[in-house]
């Protein structure tokens, strides 16, 4: 199993609050109940409530980050057989850095490969939270602006679905930007009219793409 420094935070965060719902039940059921008995009682419960709180923010990020790969330099993303079927027409084979396999039937002249990425706040990165990216879904593209606009258009998902969309979130949820630095897509498209192989690789500053010998 992966090491997840906010799954290991949320655990702790969620022990800790145990104890201090305990510690405040145990302190607020004596008696006779005084007012520094009672206000002890109430901050370690209010303690409680806030490291609840932190742990379940911790979980959420874990879960909305699940099929996000971290990125600290350039790395492969997925390397692309392309082979032609017809006019306008190709097979994508996508081979993930992980050994698994995907074929695209595409209809276009070109693949167009896109991304979301997510940049943390330079302190975030202090709680294991660095660049982060998926593949998000691959494109036929045709050439001729003429075709775009009149030729049908084949679209297939790369990324998985997330119990939690937490690219999604931070467009929505503004309170999220003290941890999120930015997030966009990022997006390359290249020739698919040959039998061909390329390296697809994200950097912080997205997709580039390579041609292989």
């Known amino acids: 199993m992966t090491f997840d420094p906010l799954l290991v935070a949320a655990g702790l965060c969620a022990a800790s609050a145990l104890l201090c719902a305990v510690a405040a039940f145990a302190v607020l059921r004596r008696r006779p109940l005084g007012v520094g008995r009672l206000g002890a009682g109430s901050l370690v419960a209010l303690i409680a409530l806030v490291l609840l709180a ?22 492969l993303a997925v390397t692309v057989h392309t082979l032609p079927t017809g006019p306008q027409s190709f097979e994508a084979r996508f081979v993930f850095p992980d050994g698994s396999e995907a074929d695209y039937a595409l209809a276009g002249d070109q693949f167009t490969v896109e991304a979301r990425i997510l940049k943390w706040h330079p302190w ?17 593209r045709y050439a001729r602006l003429a075709d ?8 297939f998902a790369l990324g998985a679905e997330h ?13 999220l ?11 390359t498209f290249t020739d698919a009219h040959r039998i061909a192989s390329y390296e697809v690789r994200v950097s912080t500053s997205g997709l580039l793409v390579r041609e292989l010998p």
């Open 54 to 75: 932190g742990g379940a923010l911790c979980a959420v990020l874990a879960a909305g980050l699940s099929g996000y790969r971290s990125l600290t330099r350039e790395e």
């Open 148 to 155: 775009e606009q009149q030729r049908p258009r084949t679209v």
């Open 124 to 140: 975030a990165n202090l709680l294991g939270l660095h660049t982060a990216y998926e593949l998000d879904r691959v494109t036929g």
């Open 177 to 187: 930007a003290p941890l999120v630095d930015a997030e966009y897509g990022s997006g």
């Open 163 to 175: 119990p939690v969309d937490l690219f999604a979130w931070r467009q929505r949820l503004p309170w």
